[in-house]
């Protein structure tokens, strides 16, 4: 006989494989018709998968090559999934991060001259930080406002705040922002100040503290979601808004504040690229980690966790395919076709459950819902 | 659509006009210029009204699609490279080159549509997440094949972008097109002559037909429809199909009619322009064609104000960035978007999956 406490811990421990076991299906789907693909056009798929695996994990400099690669994909994942939880849809990911890129490259390079002083790393860092997750809360407010006063449905929203984004950063990169050194003809801002910077965790590889700052701010947001008042009122609204108002939640209130902390996970994700790993913010970096972000929140089953879980996969496949590439000749964009096919089948889990005979489980989770609400 | 709605888009399109008109009159004749300015929207606006009409075809039988995107970029790359391959590897002659890509770029379409109405209406994917994926998908596909078969040594083109077949010609609609001075207006482009016929078949077949009130009586009150013997699922299926065809063509008429080019990403945002021009119009035909319209103004505003920069007045120098224009047409799909220039209504069922 089991006592109900250790059965609880069994019960718990599954729940976690169950909820594990879809996931790497889909993975070790994705990867089965991506070697498909591979050998179709004519390369050798178990060869290109060594090299990536190697280009990955395979030396110090690898592993630490793939903590810088998955740092801003748990950020935007983060970001992706904290507003999935409050039942809104933020592909605007890439917007809000390019944006928090700007402003704290904007506070790294210009702020001491501005002032005219020396800066004590321990107030600039902050303040560049800040100011880009201030950027990316801003920028996600503004479809998150208009979702809640006029119906405006976010996805649209946050995709044309993307754009819009796009050519303001091309504005302030080509013209008042551009790095002013005669040698430089690219669309980039100056160097930010020593001051500024994030510094690496070991000499010689690139991995820095922005790293264990994503590990932490994980857990930060599970704490948020899960143990806090303004938690347990964004996930009600996300679950069923109807009943969060006839619980005497302002759900108005929730939208707009979902999406300012989502975008200022985004812009959290900007500024660190910025402060700890390039220096400076250049036209043309971010592209491409909003969609990155919806996979990796989804992957992760909208689960802080997860999503740590899924960025780190990602950072994986993207640092190694660059070694695949050189090694077997195989384009890099392969690695966003497996992603695709990895969210295919996760959000399609009925194909994967079919492949393998798993049951379904009871409980579907809602993650958006169509233009009318 | 009412006529408020096309009163206002008549007027932010004449205001539109009007700026250019007023800037480059120095230059050009009034009338040369407003000729122009409408050629160009009209043909720019293809993209936008085609993407529209896929979106009212999917919508309309209650699937909501933001793939389109996806899928004109999948049109735009498999389009291209079937007239590639016609014209470099079969030695076919420009012209039917062109025209398989075409077929290429609409079968495309279908292709990726039959993918989201797999997920959506089969498996009852969230519609929206299914929309992803085929945005992320296509994404991915030509993005891996543009690298492999053009920029890859040892691929099928060893490595070089091959010469393309050019583009399609423009079609000179009889008798209008020899009216002097608005004649220009009816020198178009195939695939965009298509679209605008396009337009009106879909008005009529959306309204005036069996399979238009079957469709529309699916995206409203499907368990109504499926009572009466309607194919809930036939009719969704079919209709997504449809629609992914008019997402494909407007893939096409980015590499075999606007550029003979593929580049990554190209579609740029016009999927998403486009469902905006489809809730603006009311998911209507005509009302998306006008909506489409105005986005294509907002482009040709941006194309024609660059042979006048030199023109333009310093009150109006925010113009002269282009950057400025640029995010003009994105910032118009927001307004629109808040409904302040009057609500719309979705079909009731819209983005529900149907379970029996």
């Not at chain 2, 292709?111 to 994404?139: E, M, P, R, W, Y």
């Not at chain 2, 593929?262 to 809730?279: D, T, V």
């Amino acid at each position: 006989m089991q006592s109900a406490e250790e059965k609880g811990t069994t019960n718990r421990l599954r729940g976690v494989l169950d909820a594990l076991l879809v996931p790497v299906l889909a993975i070790i789907t994705a990867l089965i018709v991506g070697g498909l693909i591979i050998w179709a056009v004519g390369g050798n798929a178990i060869a290109a998968y060594k090299a990536l695996v190697q280009g990955a994990f395979g030396s110090p400099r690898a592993l630490s090559e793939t903590a810088v690669w998955s740092t801003p994909y748990i950020f935007a994942g983060l970001a992706v999934a904290f507003a999935f939880k409050g039942g809104l849809f933020n592909i605007g990911a890439e917007g809000q991060l390019a944006l928090g890129a700007v402003a704290a490259a904007l506070i790294g390079y210009a702020l001491p001259v501005w002032l005219g002083i020396q800066l004590s790393p321990f107030i600039h860092i902050p303040l560049a930080v800040g100011m880009g997750i201030l950027a990316g809360a801003i920028w996600a407010a503004i479809p998150g406002a208009l979702k809640a006063y006029t119906g405006a449905h976010e996805v649209i929203n946050t995709i044309m705040m993307n754009y819009i984004a796009l050519n303001i950063t091309s504005f302030l990169l080509n013209g008042p922002m551009k790095d002013p050194d005669p040698l430089n003809v690219v669309a980039r801002t100056p160097p930010i100040a020593l001051s500024a910077r994030i510094p690496p965790i070991f000499p010689h590889l690139r991995v820095h503290w922005g790293f264990v700052l994503a590990l932490l701010v994980a857990v930060f947001v599970w704490w948020i979601l899960q143990k806090t008042t303004l938690g347990r009122e964004i996930r009600t609204v996300g679950a069923n808004p109807d009943a969060a108002k006839y619980a005497g939640i302002n759900v108005k209130r929730m939208i707009i504040v979902t999406m300012a902390i989502s975008g200022a996970l985004a812009g959290l994700a900007g500024a660190i690229e910025v402060t700890a790993l390039n220096y400076r913010h250049e036209l043309g970096f971010s592209i491409g980690y909003g969609f990155d972000a919806i996979a990796i929140a989804l992957l992760g089953k909208s689960n802080p966790f997860g999503v740590v879980l899924a960025a780190i996969l990602f950072g994986a496949m993207r640092n190694g395919a660059t070694r695949m590439q050189f090694v077997t000749q195989i384009p890099v964009d392969i690695i966003s076709v497996i992603q695709a096919l990895i969210l295919l089948f996760v959000a399609a889990d009925a194909i994967v459950r079919y492949i393998y005979r798993i049951r379904a489980p009871q409980d579907r989770v809602v993650l958006t819902r169509g233009w009318g609400g | 659509m009412d006529w408020r709605r096309f009163t206002i888009i008549a007027l932010v399109i004449a205001i539109m006009i009007g700026t250019v008109v007023s800037i480059g009159l120095s230059q050009n004749p009034p009338l040369v210029i407003i000729v122009s300015m409408l050629a160009t929207t009209i043909a720019v606006a293809t993209p936008l009204t085609l993407g529209a009409l896929s979106g009212i075809y999917c919508e309309r039988a209650g699937v909501v699609n933001i793939g389109i995107e996806g899928m004109m970029l999948a049109g735009a790359f498999f389009g291209w490279l079937g007239a590639i391959y016609m014209n470099t590897v079969f030695h076919f002659p420009a012209m039917p080159s062109l025209l398989a890509g075409v077929i290429a770029a609409i079968l495309t379409g279908a292709v990726f549509s039959l993918l989201h109405a797999v997920l959506s209406i089969t498996f009852k994917v969230d519609q929206i997440i299914g929309g992803t994926v085929i945005n992320i998908l296509a994404a991915g596909i030509t993005g891996f094949l543009n690298r492999q078969m053009f920029f890859g040594a040892g691929s099928v083109f060893g490595g070089q972008v091959p010469h393309s077949p050019g583009v399609l010609p423009s079609i000179h609609v009889p008798i209008l097109s020899s009216i002097p001075v608005f004649g220009r207006m009816f020198e178009q482009q195939p695939i965009t002559v298509a679209a605008i016929i396009l337009v009106f078949v879909t008005h009529l077949v959306l309204f005036y037909t069996r399979w238009g009130l079957r469709t529309r009586a699916v995206g409203e009150h499907p368990r109504a429809a499926d009572t009466v013997g309607i194919n809930v699922i036939r009719m969704r299926y079919m209709n997504v199909i449809i629609g992914g065809c008019m997402a494909g063509l407007a893939g096409g008429y980015l590499t075999l009619e606007s550029i003979s080019s593929f580049e990554p990403l190209m579609s740029n945002g016009r999927g998403f322009i486009a469902l905006a021009a489809m809730i603006f119009g009311n998911w209507t035909p005509f009302g998306a064609w006008a909506a489409a319209l105005v986005f294509g103004a907002a482009q040709a505003m941006q194309i024609n104000l660059q042979f006048f920069r030199a023109l333009i007045p310093p009150q109006l120098a925010a113009l002269q960035n282009s950057y400025v224009v640029g995010l003009s047409p994105y910032l118009l799909t927001m307004i629109i978007l808040t409904g302040v220039i009057g609500r719309t209504t979705p079909p009731a069922a819209d983005g529900k999956p149907y379970e029996k």
